[in-house]
């Protein structure tokens, strides 16, 4: 029976004892540099003999806990005299007669950061025996190869799992060896899809997964990893759950991803995710862009990071023809020049040719993509920007200027003389700029419309979010229009909407519904006119109208 110590003693010694002090990347600063680590050790071994002898934990189990929970030991370090000759003695009277929460030492050990302790840390329980399923499945996975110290990710991932019966969880780590992987392979899968060892209410999902995964597992040529310890399936699980996080479905995937293994082993997580993104910039969906990588890996070898390409000279180099390009050139000037290749799914998104690019890698046109190239160093250059980008350099803020000018090339407009007009009606920092526009793409502004109506009202990205947000929503719900009518009238964004839009639209529903006018004025025709103008014309359609809207609608009587 472990021992125990007074309910009473715990309650009024917990508190002060369970905020423990920052103090370690290792040990306390109070511990000289030199005694450190066997201090450290001195302490790693006590706590080991008491978690064992006294609190009576297997001593594996002790051990683990005693030697990865370094902070919270130097939270007792640094209340004790760090001489090495007598800390031993010290420590372990410590713990003899100082109750500690010992939770707090296991969850650190199984990899919870010191700084989340206390959300996991469970309320009026210190000891290990009061979190007894949690403590015995984390043995189970432990004796079945889990590294202790990454038990902690797999707690936040999926707690239930710290939920089941040990003996549960071990048929199901052994049901998993039988479905033809290892324990290593076990465990990287795991680490990642922690669902599967769960079942319950989604184990049908759970089916499709495991068979997708047999089917990319097992078709890996083995020979290729020269270490294949779990660490290794984990890496390579994290990358095919890229691709369920892109949307594609599970059970649908295991036959293509089994067929190019070599995405999984050629590229880091990291590239793999960086380079989803990028195509996902274009605006298609997120799972077919997962697809068009499984279908046409070769795909990733395009270098999204070159610098520069021509606009046209894109264009032509997939056989647009020069009728066509013109046609391009003409309706969108804005967009045409130079640009970064980093920038090219926006381009094409505003060129409202996204989709069609889209369809020429879909149909294993990638290796044109990943043939293009600049030949020529003075293809393309507009003359006025580059005089324009040297004024931006001697001006009094370049830094600020060249943020904005970068956003909007970001947001496909080219190294041309229009672009360069835009920046002075542009106000705030690139990024400001940037939460902007999102905003109105996320209300379901037609990304090319949207910078159609940028080309033309600039001033409409000159307000913040929720402005943005407060006058789209005006529009919907109380005039009952679509985003499609800023197309017609993008000023309407540049009017205030409570000193102008809301009261005149107002007074003409009044108008409509008194039965006062039958005329329908469109939104321009109510919003754009001046004040004078405003006020006429509801002289004109009844001669009482105007003291009406001072007194009832104007904002300011």
């Not at 003999?49 to 030991?73: C, G, K, M, W």
């Not at 403590?135 to 991932?157: H, I, Q, S, T, V």
């Not at 184990?203 to 290794?232: C, M, Y």
């Not at 990024?431 to 033309?456: K, T």
Request: a positive charge; aromatic letters at 12%.
């Amino acid at each position: 029976m472990p021992f125990a110590f007074p309910r009473c003693i715990l309650l009024l010694s917990f508190r002060h004892l369970t905020t423990l002090p920052k103090l370690l990347q290792g040990t306390p600063p109070n511990v000289p540099a030199k005694s450190r680590q066997r201090i450290l050790s001195k302490a790693q071994e006590a706590l080991t003999d008491y978690l064992h002898t006294t609190r009576s934990l297997p001593f594996v189990y002790a051990e683990q806990i005693a030697r990865n929970s370094t902070h919270s030991l130097s939270g007792i370090i640094s209340r004790i005299d760090s001489t090495p000759s007598t800390f031993s003695g010290k420590f372990s009277k410590f713990l003899r007669y100082d109750p500690i929460n010992e939770l707090e030492f296991f969850y650190e050990s199984i990899g919870i950061d010191p700084a989340d302790l206390k959300s996991f840390l469970p309320s009026n329980k210190f000891f290990i025996s009061e979190e007894g399923d949690v403590f015995e499945a984390a043995c189970a996975l432990f004796k079945f190869g889990f590294p202790w110290k990454r038990l902690g990710k797999l707690y936040k991932d999926e707690v239930r799992v710290f939920r089941m019966n040990p003996g549960e969880l071990s048929a199901r780590l052994l049901h998993l060896k039988s479905c033809g992987f290892d324990a290593a392979t076990v465990i990287g899968i795991c680490c990642v899809f922690p669902q599967v060892l769960c079942g319950g209410c989604a184990s049908g999902d759970v089916d499709l997964l495991l068979d997708d995964l047999k089917r990319v597992i097992l078709s890996f040529d083995l020979a290729s990893f020269p270490e294949r310890n779990h660490e290794t399936w984990t890496e390579v699980c994290r990358k095919i759950k890229l691709f369920y996080d892109m949307g594609c479905k599970k059970g649908k995937v295991g036959k293509p991803m089994s067929k190019c293994t070599s995405i999984f082993m050629d590229y880091p997580e990291e590239v793999l995710a960086r380079k989803m993104e990028y195509f996902t910039r274009l605006g298609v969906g997120r799972r077919n862009v997962g697809m068009l990588i499984l279908d046409y890996p070769e795909t990733l070898g395009f270098d999204s990071s070159t610098s520069d390409f021509s606009v046209v000279g894109f264009l032509r180099h997939f056989g647009m023809s020069d009728r066509e390009l013109k046609s391009i050139t003409q309706m969108y000037p804005y967009v045409v020049g130079r640009n970064k290749i980093a920038n090219l799914p926006h381009v094409m998104r505003a060129l409202d040719l996204h989709s069609w690019l889209f369809d020429q890698l879909k149909r294993g046109r990638y290796n044109i993509l990943c043939s293009y190239a600049m030949n020529d160093p003075e293809e393309d250059i507009d003359e006025l920007y580059k005089d324009g980008l040297e004024k931006i350099r001697f001006a009094r803020l370049p830094v600020h200027t060249m943020t904005k000018l970068n956003f909007i090339h970001g947001i496909g407009f080219g190294e041309n003389n229009l672009t360069m007009k835009l920046l002075p009606s542009l106000h705030g920092t690139g990024a400001s700029l940037q939460d902007r526009f999102d905003c109105f793409v996320e209300l379901g502004a037609d990304f090319s419309m949207l910078c159609r109506i940028i080309s033309r009202t600039p001033k409409i990205l000159n307000q913040k979010p929720d402005v943005i947000i407060d006058k789209v929503d005006f529009l919907f719900n109380e005039i009952g229009l679509s985003i499609s009518s800023l197309y017609q009238f993008p000023a309407y964004m540049n009017f205030d909407l409570d000193n102008r839009i809301k009261p005149r639209y107002r007074f003409h529903v009044w108008l409509a519904e008194k039965g006062v006018s039958t005329k329908v004025f469109s939104l321009a025709n109510i919003v754009a006119s001046s004040e004078k103008t405003f006020v006429a014309r509801s002289s004109r359609i009844h001669p009482a109208a105007p003291k009406h809207y001072l007194e009832c609608f104007f904002p300011f009587r």
